[in-house]
């Protein structure tokens, strides 16, 4: 019963380097979320999908690209990372359709150097 | 603008000693609350919802709209409390995975 799976779950970039943090889930659920964990700050939105196909900013969606292909996997792209992007990322899922109550992935540790 | 504050980063008490996080929110409309805990190399979960009105692993939240707060409270701590907490609001009408956190918390239960 994996629920949310993410990978990597650490990785090391120069500055300018490209990545692709993976997350799946096998809920079938139709919301994913991508947030971001930093000291002081709690968690923040980057980005939504609210069904397949659909994609929406959250509250700090600058520097990052999306791409919701189909229902199990929603991808946060990295096109030239900055130190600033140094972070926990967090995919999440809604426990069930319609809820507002999340199921989190164990997180991918990001470190740009 | 929507907002949640917890204005202790770190929280530390004894064993069995009484504890409460604190947690305040802006919200222009009829918020929905949690509280979010991360224990050491765990994943994060949800530990509690105001709407449930339950208590789980013997801590209990209450919204006070008065006073924009939903403290999580506990009698008597344990060290297996000893992890981060995050207070977190629902942005979006209906139900939606928006979630608005606050800077979260470290609870501390000494021996």
């Known amino acids: ?113 | 603008a929507q907002r949640v504050t917890q204005p202790e980063k770190l929280l530390s008490v004894f064993k069995g000693a009484p504890v409460e996080l604190k947690c305040n929110y802006s919200y222009s409309g009829s918020p929905e609350l949690f509280w979010y805990v991360q224990y050491s190399r765990q994943r994060l979960q949800l530990l509690l919802r105001h709407i449930s009105r339950e208590s789980i692993k013997g801590f209990t939240a209450d919204l006070n709209k008065g006073e924009t707060s939903f403290h999580l409270k506990k009698p008597f701590a344990q060290e297996e409390d000893s992890a981060m907490y995050y207070c977190a609001l629902s942005s979006g009408s209906g139900n939606t995975g928006k979630l608005i956190f606050g800077q979260g918390t470290t609870l501390q239960v000494k021996p």
């Open chain 1, 1 to 113: 019963n994996a629920g949310v799976t993410q990978t990597p779950k650490f990785q090391v970039l120069k500055t300018g380097q490209s990545m692709t943090l993976q997350c799946a889930q096998d809920m079938n659920h139709n919301s994913m979320y991508w947030y971001r964990q930093d000291p002081g700050m709690g968690l923040r939105l980057i980005y939504y999908s609210a069904s397949e196909g659909t994609t929406d900013k959250g509250e700090v969606p600058n520097g990052y690209n999306v791409s919701r292909l189909n229902k199990r996997e929603f991808s946060l792209r990295l096109e030239s990372a900055a130190p600033s992007q140094t972070s926990v990322y967090f995919c999440a899922s809604p426990i069930y359709n319609g809820a507002n109550v999340l199921t989190f992935g164990a997180g991918s540790r990001l470190t740009v150097l």
